[in-house]
Each structure stands twice: as structure tokens, then as C-alpha cells.
């Protein structure tokens, strides 16, 4: 009988989740829920159980062969374990084995394997081996929204290693950029922040987007040079990983028409090709599934 994957692609605000069969192809369309990720244990392990017991429900008497969970770090993926503390989610988790937690709730899943993965090396396994990047060598992948997450891979191998052009696990959030890190610029706080100097408030992405595409020469201001501060930050990346392909996701990523010009230009400069990736969360399933069947295939 046909086996099913259940996969989570698991962010500050909210958790996506679907279903995908036994080649990788999502069967189901992705529903969204509220993360509850600043709320007690014990609120977000149930959240966590409910959306699992919903989607067990949904297959029916079709077997599970895996449960992926996608997680933001710092997180040991080994063990299935948050390391997340001090940044208002999933704090109230730190050190829970959440595996454990969800074998013990749902008797169903004790003899199902789980695979907990990095939420943008799930994304960039899915774009390597499901995308637009499934015949490129080097690959720069970037994820936009809350903050920045990257991933480098190279022949469809995440590179973690520190070594020239690949900053330690493939993370660029904390490299040291202008008065402090990447993160604080490219991310949503660094498209607030330009707001705030441009037009006197914070705007959400959302609002800046609506308002540039209404004409909104403020707006279209803030996008500019938030684009200016993309293409100041990652053209480094670009000259020392030498990637052949480069692909962008995450919230954010939506409005690239806005932002994008300038990173793209120096992108076609050096040869890259240069794709964005409008269904992050799909492919960061794909890349959860990828990675369990290669752990399936080793074991």
C-alpha cells in the first residue's frame, strides 16, 4: 500500500502543513495554523499534537512512513530538540524533546520515525531536487520574511562547514554587516526600520507593497533602498561562493518586483541565474521528505 509523509514547515507565527506520497508530490492542499509559538509548553505541545492528530485522521488507514518537522535554529535537529530562548518563540520548549512529547500524546506515531530539519535547508534540498534548481552545481538559497535564512549547497549537499564563501552551517543571518548583522537588515525589522526613516512609521511589508503598487513615491522610496541593502549584503556571497544559481523564498520574496532590480543585475553580471520561488513552504516539505528518504536509504 502506498505510505504518506506528514510534513510541517514550522515558523514564529504560523505552521504549515500537508501531506505527500512516496515520490515526494504534495497530495493535499497546505493548510495553515497559528503557531502559539510565544505561548506555555504546554499550549504549544498541544498545538502541535492537534495539528498531527488532524492530519492522522485525514490519511485514514493509509500507513505513515515519516513525520518532518521544518525548524528556524538554533534547534538540535539531531535530537528533535528547540534551543530557542530569548526571542519570544517557542522559549517556553527549550530543551523539550518534542518527539518524545508527541509519541507519548499520539500512541498512534510511536513506531513512526520523525526527521526535524533546518526550516531553509528543507527549502533548499525541495528547490534542488523538486525546483527550478534541480540541475545546478552551487547553489545560494535565501528565505526573506521574520528574518534571513540561507543555505549553500553544492551537487544537492548542504555545505556547513566554514570555509571560503560559506559562513559557519550555511548561515548568513549573523555575519557582521554595516552596524551590526545581516538579519537586522534584511528581514522584516529591516524593511520596518527604513520605513520609519522614510515615511515616520513602521509599515508592514504587506502595507509598503500595496502602497508602491498604488504609486506611492515613499513607498517606492523604502522598497529602493531596502533593494540597495540586498544587493549590498549578498554580492559578496556572490563573488566568494561563486554560486551558479541562486533562489530566493520566503515572505518577503513575493515582492522582489519591488526590490529586486539591482541583486538581479549583479547576479546576470557574473552568469547566475537568478529564480524565485513563490511556494517556500512546499518546497521546504519536498526538502523534508528528500532528507528522510536519504536517511531511510542510509539506515
Keep these: 500500500m502506498?505510505?504518506?509523509?506528514i510534513l510541517l514547515d514550522v515558523g514564529g507565527t504560523e505552521i504549515k502543513c500537508s501531506i505527500s506520497d512516496e515520490k515526494g508530490t504534495i497530495i493535499h492542499n497546505v493548510c495553515s495554523y497559528e503557531s502559539c509559538a510565544n505561548k506555555g509548553k504546554e499550549e504549544v505541545l498541544d498545538n502541535f499534537t492537534l495539528i498531527l492528530?488532524?492530519?492522522?485522521?485525514?490519511?485514514?488507514?493509509?500507513?505513515?512512513?515519516?513525520?518532518?518537522?521544518?525548524?528556524?535554529?538554533?534547534?538540535?535537529?539531531?535530537?528533535?530538540?528547540?534551543?530557542?530562548?530569548?526571542i519570544n518563540k517557542y522559549d517556553s520548549i527549550y530543551g523539550v524533546s518534542i518527539e518524545r512529547e508527541m509519541k507519548k500524546r499520539l500512541p498512534a506515531?510511536?513506531?513512526?520515525?520523525?526527521?526535524?530539519?533546518?526550516?531553509?535547508?528543507?527549502?533548499?534540498?525541495?528547490?534542488?531536487?523538486?525546483?527550478?534548481?534541480?540541475?545546478?552545481?552551487?547553489?545560494?538559497?535565501?528565505?526573506?520574511?521574520?528574518?534571513?535564512?540561507?543555505?549553500?549547497?553544492?551537487?544537492g549537499i548542504p555545505l556547513k562547514e566554514e570555509r571560503q564563501g560559506v559562513p559557519k552551517n550555511g548561515w548568513i543571518y549573523c555575519v557582521p554587516y554595516k552596524e551590526s548583522i545581516v538579519d537586522d537588515y534584511i528581514s522584516v525589522r529591516g524593511l520596518e526600520t527604513i520605513s520609519k526613516q522614510v515615511m515616520g512609521a513602521f509599515r508592514s511589508g504587506k502595507e509598503l507593497a500595496k502602497l508602491c503598487r498604488l504609486g506611492n513615491q515613499k513607498a517606492q522610496i523604502v522598497w529602493e533602498r531596502f533593494g540597495e541593502e540586498l544587493k549590498d549584503s549578498m554580492t559578496p556571497f556572490l563573488d566568494s561562493f561563486c554560486p551558479d544559481t541562486v533562489?530566493?523564498?520566503?515572505?518577503?520574496?513575493?515582492?522582489?518586483?519591488?526590490?529586486?532590480?539591482?541583486?538581479?543585475?549583479?547576479?546576470?553580471?557574473?552568469?547566475?541565474?537568478?529564480?524565485?520561488?513563490?511556494?517556500?513552504?512546499?518546497?521546504?516539505?519536498?526538502?523534508?521528505?528528500?532528507?528522510?528518504?536519504?536517511?531511510?536509504?542510509e539506515c
Design 247 to 297: 533562489v530566493i523564498g520566503g515572505q518577503i520574496a513575493k515582492s522582489f518586483d519591488l526590490f529586486g532590480e539591482g541583486f538581479q543585475k549583479e547576479c546576470e553580471k557574473r552568469g547566475i541565474k537568478l529564480y524565485i520561488e513563490p511556494e517556500t513552504s512546499v518546497k521546504t516539505m519536498q526538502g523534508l521528505f528528500v532528507s528522510s528518504m536519504k536517511e531511510k536509504e
Design 2 to 5: 502506498e505510505k504518506v509523509y
Design 53 to 86: 492528530k488532524e492530519w492522522v485522521q485525514k490519511v485514514q488507514e493509509v500507513p505513515i512512513a515519516g513525520i518532518g518537522f521544518a525548524f528556524p535554529g538554533p534547534f538540535d535537529y539531531e535530537h528533535g530538540i528547540s534551543l530557542m530562548k530569548g
Design 109 to 155: 506515531l510511536r513506531e513512526v520515525p520523525f526527521k526535524f530539519l533546518h526550516d531553509v535547508e528543507a527549502f533548499a534540498l525541495g528547490v534542488c531536487s523538486f525546483g527550478q534548481a534541480v540541475d545546478a552545481r552551487r547553489v545560494f538559497c535565501l528565505c526573506i520574511g521574520t528574518g534571513v535564512g540561507s543555505a549553500f549547497l553544492e551537487n
